[in-house]
């Protein structure tokens, strides 16, 4: 069985993001996303800051303090891009406006719950960010995530037992080991990676899972 | 002749008393104004609360505010380093430093509602989860809004590319981010800008921050 890299992940949500999209890429595998965008494509790349039309990460010596991702790391912006204020920014994604926000999470429920912003441990600092902004207010929610904690106990659970983001927001999931959109009927696994069998998959899998009949290889 | 420009850092910080809640305009380090930051640390402005969207990303000005001890409350949406933990992380261990954990639109929005005069707004943001919790909540359209009040503040310190005696601004790329909007939502506006220009020379097509929100200006090139 091959796992999918980071990159892998980022790369493969990458190619399925339609011509057009306006997206906001969040702190983690997501920023990766600006790398593997076709070249041939227009994606409009969303910064909270206030940035419309970023572009890949910046060649050494091109750096510019004030051109930043959700991990504060120096991109680019293309021909067409626009500046905006912070409230304008959130307007923004609040609005609507936002046709894919690519997050990162601790756990996804099958109710579409999301948790990505607190463990609930006390005396640590929890971090939201713009992570409940963008699952409440995009259209889309995209989770690129691990498959499974660093333990091996699986994040993709029927409840999650973290503090929520929001409630019932998340769409679709890129795992190490899968592509699982979120339907009515509950989670559907529309791809796994090469040689993992459904039941192995279920088994790494805090929720129950129903496989696509057209289920195809992941990476 | 209106003429908010003053001499130095030191006068931009005049006046500025302890307990102090002051809005901080950046992401990051990308548009705050470390020199105000600075010279506030300087004068010795103690119990601060500071309004801004990150804490200190490790070392900065911010965590040098935290070391010494200047800092009782931090209203933010990103507390943690950028690069593991910082002083803040020890701070807020020890209770002795507060933290208001606001979702990063919700911030500015707030700080929106403040400057502009409304008294607070309904936002799916945070609808059933723990920093929803005590607040009031409203079912619009069949879906949960939760209430949030305005931001205002004493002090803003905020940052801009460029800027006339008049106290119009004009910002560079991302660092805009909420500094035009934490003009309006304080007392006392300070900006600090890269460059003082003539009367004038800014576009007014252009001007982001009119200066009316502007109370005094200083030029700090960097």
């Known amino acids: 069985m091959k796992k999918l890299s980071r990159q892998d992940m980022a790369r493969v949500a990458a190619l399925e993001i339609a011509e057009g999209s306006c997206v906001n890429l969040g702190i983690g595998v997501p920023t990766l996303i600006a790398d593997y965008v076709p070249a041939d494509r227009e994606i409009l790349l969303q910064s909270e800051q206030g940035l419309l039309g970023l572009g890949p990460k910046a060649e050494p010596g091109q750096e510019d303090e004030d051109i930043v991702n959700a991990g504060k790391h120096h991109v680019t912006l293309v021909n067409g891009a626009s500046v905006f204020s912070h409230s304008d920014s959130f307007a923004m994604i609040r609005g609507g406006h936002i046709d894919i926000a690519c997050l990162g999470a601790f756990q996804v429920a099958a109710n579409g719950d999301m948790a990505n912003w607190s463990t609930g441990v006390s005396d640590q600092l929890p971090a939201v960010g713009g992570a409940m902004d963008l699952a409440a207010g995009a259209a889309n929610v995209w989770v690129l995530m691990e498959h499974c904690q660093k333990d091996g106990s699986p994040r993709i659970l029927e409840r999650c037992s973290y503090p929520l983001t929001a409630a019932g927001c998340v769409d679709r999931i890129y795992t190490d080991l899968a592509m699982i959109d979120m339907i009515p009927e509950g989670l559907i696994v529309r791809r796994m990676v090469e040689g993992l069998t459904f039941a192995e998959l279920q088994k790494h899998t805090g929720a129950k899972l129903i496989i696509d009949p057209s289920c195809s290889i992941y990476g | 002749m209106i003429d908010k420009r003053v001499k130095s850092l030191a006068d931009a910080v005049q006046g500025i008393k302890d307990g102090s809640t002051i809005l901080v305009g950046g992401f990051g380090?990308?548009?705050?104004?470390?020199?105000?930051?600075?010279?506030?640390?300087?004068?010795?402005?103690?119990?601060?609360?500071?309004?801004?969207?990150?804490?200190?990303?490790?070392?900065?000005?911010?965590?040098?505010?935290?070391?010494?001890?200047?800092?009782?409350?931090?209203?933010?949406?990103?507390?943690?380093?950028?690069?593991?933990?910082?002083?803040?992380?020890?701070?807020?261990?020890?209770?002795?430093?507060?933290?208001?954990?606001?979702?990063?639109?919700?911030?500015?929005?707030?700080?929106?509602?403040?400057?502009?005069?409304?008294?607070?707004?309904?936002?799916?943001?945070?609808?059933?989860?723990?920093?929803?919790?005590?607040?009031?909540?409203?079912?619009?359209?069949?879906?949960?809004?939760?209430?949030?009040?305005?931001?205002?503040?004493?002090?803003?310190?905020?940052?801009?590319?460029?800027?006339?005696?008049?106290?119009?601004?004009?910002?560079?790329r991302g660092a805009r981010v909420n500094n035009p909007v934490m003009a309006g939502?304080?007392?006392?506006?300070?900006?600090?800008?890269?460059?003082?220009?003539?009367?004038?020379?800014?576009?007014?097509?252009?001007?982001?921050?009119?200066?009316?929100?502007?109370?005094?200006?200083?030029?700090?090139?960097?």
């Open chain 2, 185 to 222: 939502a304080a007392k006392l506006t300070i900006a600090q800008v890269g460059e003082i220009v003539d009367l004038g020379v800014l576009d007014p097509e252009h001007i982001v921050t009119p200066g009316v929100y502007v109370d005094r200006l200083v030029e700090v090139k960097i």
């Open chain 2, 29 to 172: 380090t990308s548009g705050r104004p470390n020199q105000l930051l600075a010279a506030i640390l300087e004068i010795g402005t103690r119990e601060i609360t500071i309004v801004a969207n990150n804490a200190t990303i490790g070392t900065d000005i911010i965590g040098d505010l935290m070391r010494a001890r200047r800092i009782r409350k931090v209203v933010c949406s990103f507390p943690r380093g950028l690069y593991g933990k910082t002083i803040f992380d020890e701070l807020y261990a020890n209770g002795e430093v507060e933290l208001e954990l606001v979702p990063q639109g919700t911030l500015a929005e707030r700080i929106r509602a403040g400057a502009a005069g409304i008294g607070g707004f309904f936002t799916r943001t945070a609808a059933g989860t723990e920093l929803a919790k005590g607040k009031e909540t409203r079912l619009i359209n069949g879906k949960e809004y939760v209430f949030e009040h305005p931001i205002t503040g004493d002090v803003a310190l905020i940052k801009a590319r460029q800027g006339d005696r008049w106290g119009n601004l004009v910002y560079h």
